[in-house]
């Protein structure tokens, strides 16, 4: 180099040297920008399968990609090492948890953790335990609330076409949105992609049983119960309420089809004469208080002043704490109200601060406000309703047979083969619901495979397992038995009633409510009269 430099000198003198010499570094430094950097207008990669759009890293990822989330390092970890040294190369089929995984809050976040360990967890055990193929999870994030979903369902498309990848199946989907409605109806209706829902339980999500045109969303089942079933046995377990015993306290705001589906499914006719006129708010958003607080407090006051001891509650966690708390403020000469909502309040605990629980108290040692939701499952349910019961009759299967799931996921979860995972808790449901539909999916795959040639059944294949899913191929499931009806619904599936408990601050099974006002059938076969 210096060489070089001499017999520039010597050629062209100092002046036109130096000139040489820096046309020579700036060629250079573009080089190194063109190498290292994306050409301009080109998306920014985050990683493998992963691009930023709109200032968010979106797309699908197997290979040990957090997103930005620290609270799912270790579990996104442990997917890619399953992935890479168990299933490798040998005949496998992908399955997509799409979810969105660069949350706001930590109570949101710590949920997130939940739902990806769940599906972890069940990929380890059917990888171990199922007949070839084998199971790949990967991660798709679709953005805040969905928003970006259409790009990631390109790539799903993209990933179902490809016979080195063979996507056969989606799960997750954890927000009943618009957007999330449009992805599913893409993946279903248009691409021919199953689609395993999980915590997604708006009826508008849902193919109609007795369907007279075309099926909305062709592939699609779904293991929660809707927000009307999920009404009719919280009706149920409580007893027919009188119209003058309720009201309705619902959210207004657009494009939040969980919201509106809970707020029809609550507003079910009730004996006696009319209570309350349903009380109705708008929030910004899902996780944005806004000025609901100030609405909160003059609702309060208005049910203080009626014949209402029960509310039904149409709306997100985060709103759902403060309207609880305000409604405690108010100190309605000694009343006390039960306040009840769907399965989206699974969360509420995470929310709640140190100084929540007492406000609940009123000041004193018994609560005046209780805090019942409908949640997809709870660990201590089976063991509750089992304890001290001998008698063969008094141990029926559809209780025996989810117990003793739970008791496998939790041996899982104490493995120390199975991975480090970070902290994992059961009580939110959200690792059940996802375990078990991953099983379902493993399920679907396993029966689709029994009968078709090869060691990859085809996508319309695996969705054309869902309707099989009843009876002795019924799906045993940590949250409760699982038979699909032929639109892909969970039939009478149980519904856990939890409590938040102020005097103990955490949470409390009370009980079990089913959508049909009975348990299901012995056998799990689906009657021919479904809803």
Same mark, same amino acid.
């Given at each position: 180099?210096?060489? *070089?430099?001499?017999?520039?000198? +010597? !050629?062209?003198?100092?002046?036109?040297?130096?000139?040489?010499?820096?046309?020579?570094?700036?060629?250079?430094? &573009?080089?190194?920008?063109?190498? *290292?950097?994306?050409?301009?207008?080109?998306?920014?990669?985050?990683?493998?399968?992963?691009?930023?759009?709109?200032?968010?890293?979106? @797309?699908?990822?197997?290979? @040990?990609?957090?997103?930005?989330?620290?609270?799912?390092?270790?579990?996104?970890?442990?997917?890619?090492?399953?992935?890479?040294?168990?299933?490798?190369?040998?005949?496998?089929?992908?399955?997509? #948890?799409?979810?969105?995984?660069?949350?706001?809050?930590?109570?949101?976040?710590?949920?997130?953790?939940?739902?990806?360990?769940?599906?972890?967890?069940?990929?380890?055990?059917?990888?171990?335990?199922? +007949?070839?193929? #084998?199971?790949?999870?990967?991660?798709?994030?679709?953005?805040?609330?969905?928003?970006?979903?259409?790009?990631?369902?390109?790539?799903?498309?993209?990933? /179902? =076409?490809?016979?080195?990848?063979? #996507? =056969?199946?989606?799960?997750?989907?954890?927000? /009943?949105?618009?957007?999330?409605?449009?992805?599913?109806?893409?993946?279903?209706?248009?691409?021919?992609?199953?689609?395993?829902? @999980?915590?997604?339980?708006?009826?508008?999500?849902?193919?109609?049983?007795? /369907?007279?045109?075309?099926?909305?969303?062709?592939?699609?089942?779904?293991?929660?119960?809707? +927000?009307?079933?999920?009404?009719?046995?919280?009706?149920?377990?409580?007893?027919?309420?009188?119209?003058?015993?309720?009201?309705?306290?619902?959210?207004?705001?657009?494009?939040?089809?969980?919201?509106?589906?809970?707020?029809?499914?609550?507003?079910?006719?009730?004996?006696?004469?009319?209570?309350?006129?349903?009380?109705?708010?708008? /929030?910004?958003?899902? !996780?944005?208080?806004?000025?609901?607080?100030?609405?909160?407090?003059?609702?309060?006051?208005?049910?203080?002043?009626?014949?209402?001891?029960?509310?039904?509650?149409?709306?997100?966690?985060?709103?759902?704490?403060?309207?609880?708390?305000?409604?405690?403020?108010?100190?309605?000469?000694?009343?006390?109200?039960?306040?009840?909502?769907?399965?989206?309040?699974?969360?509420?605990?995470?929310?709640?601060?140190?100084?929540?629980?007492?406000?609940?108290?009123? @000041?004193?040692?018994?609560?005046?406000?209780?805090?019942?939701?409908?949640?997809?499952?709870?660990?201590?349910?089976?063991?509750?309703?089992?304890? &001290?019961?001998?008698?063969?009759?008094?141990?029926?299967?559809?209780?025996?047979?989810?117990?003793?799931?739970?008791?496998?996921?939790?041996?899982?979860?104490?493995?120390?083969?199975?991975?480090?995972?970070?902290?994992?808790?059961?009580?939110?449901?959200?690792?059940?619901?996802?375990?078990?539909?991953? =099983?379902?999916?493993?399920?679907?795959?396993?029966?689709?495979?029994?009968?078709?040639?090869?060691?990859?059944?085809?996508?319309?294949?695996?969705?054309?397992?869902?309707?099989?899913?009843?009876?002795?191929?019924?799906?045993?499931?940590?949250?409760?038995?699982?038979?699909?009806?032929?639109?892909? +619904?969970?039939?009478?599936?149980?519904?856990?009633?939890?409590?938040?408990?102020?005097?103990?601050?955490? #949470?409390?099974?009370?009980?079990?409510?089913?959508?049909?006002?009975?348990?299901?059938?012995?056998?799990?076969?689906?009657?021919?009269?479904? =809803?």
């Amino acid at each position: 180099m210096r060489q *070089f430099g001499n017999w520039l000198y +010597n !050629t062209f003198g100092a002046n036109w040297t130096r000139r040489i010499l820096t046309l020579l570094g700036l060629a250079a430094a &573009g080089v190194l920008l063109y190498v *290292f950097l994306p050409p301009v207008g080109e998306p920014e990669s985050c990683a493998t399968g992963v691009e930023k759009h709109d200032g968010e890293c979106v @797309g699908v990822n197997g290979t @040990g990609y957090a997103f930005g989330t620290p609270e799912i390092e270790k579990v996104a970890r442990a997917i890619a090492k399953e992935n890479e040294e168990f299933v490798g190369d040998k005949p496998h089929v992908t399955v997509a #948890l799409m979810l969105p995984l660069k949350p706001d809050l930590a109570a949101e976040r710590k949920q997130l953790r939940s739902e990806i360990q769940g599906a972890y967890l069940a990929q380890y055990r059917a990888n171990r335990e199922e +007949n070839t193929p #084998l199971l790949r999870l990967v991660l798709a994030n679709p953005g805040d609330a969905y928003a970006q979903q259409r790009r990631v369902v390109d790539q799903l498309a993209d990933m /179902s =076409r490809d016979e080195h990848v063979n #996507l =056969r199946a989606v799960t997750g989907f954890n927000l /009943s949105l618009d957007a999330t409605e449009k992805a599913i109806a893409r993946l279903t209706d248009e691409l021919g992609i199953p689609v395993l829902a @999980g915590r997604v339980s708006a009826d508008e999500l849902a193919n109609p049983e007795k /369907s007279t045109g075309d099926v909305p969303y062709p592939g699609l089942a779904r293991i929660i119960p809707t +927000n009307r079933q999920q009404a009719d046995a919280l009706a149920n377990f409580h007893g027919e309420l009188r119209d003058e015993q309720t009201v309705l306290v619902r959210d207004e705001r657009p494009h939040d089809i969980y919201n509106d589906s809970l707020a029809k499914a609550f507003g079910r006719d009730e004996k006696g004469p009319p209570g309350p006129k349903d009380q109705t708010f708008q /929030s910004p958003s899902i !996780t944005g208080p806004g000025d609901t607080g100030n609405d909160f407090t003059l609702i309060a006051q208005n049910i203080c002043q009626s014949t209402a001891r029960y509310v039904y509650f149409a709306g997100r966690p985060v709103h759902l704490r403060l309207f609880a708390l305000k409604l405690a403020d108010v100190q309605c000469r000694g009343k006390k109200y039960t306040i009840i909502s769907g399965s989206g309040a699974a969360t509420l605990e995470r929310y709640m601060k140190p100084d929540d629980w007492a406000r609940l108290r009123g @000041g004193g040692k018994e609560p005046v406000i209780a805090v019942q939701y409908a949640a997809p499952g709870h660990p201590a349910a089976w063991d509750r309703l089992l304890s &001290g019961k001998k008698d063969p009759k008094d141990r029926p299967a559809y209780f025996t047979e989810p117990q003793e799931e739970l008791n496998k996921l939790r041996a899982l979860i104490g493995k120390g083969s199975a991975g480090e995972i970070g902290p994992t808790s059961l009580d939110d449901s959200r690792t059940m619901l996802v375990y078990d539909g991953v =099983r379902t999916v493993a399920k679907a795959v396993l029966l689709a495979n029994a009968q078709t040639e090869g060691t990859v059944p085809p996508l319309g294949r695996v969705s054309d397992m869902w309707r099989r899913l009843e009876a002795v191929n019924r799906v045993r499931g940590t949250s409760g038995w699982i038979c699909l009806t032929n639109a892909g +619904n969970a039939y009478d599936k149980p519904v856990a009633v939890v409590e938040l408990e102020p005097r103990t601050e955490k #949470l409390r099974f009370v009980g079990i409510g089913w959508p049909e006002g009975r348990h299901q059938p012995e056998d799990c076969r689906v009657p021919s009269d479904t =809803r």
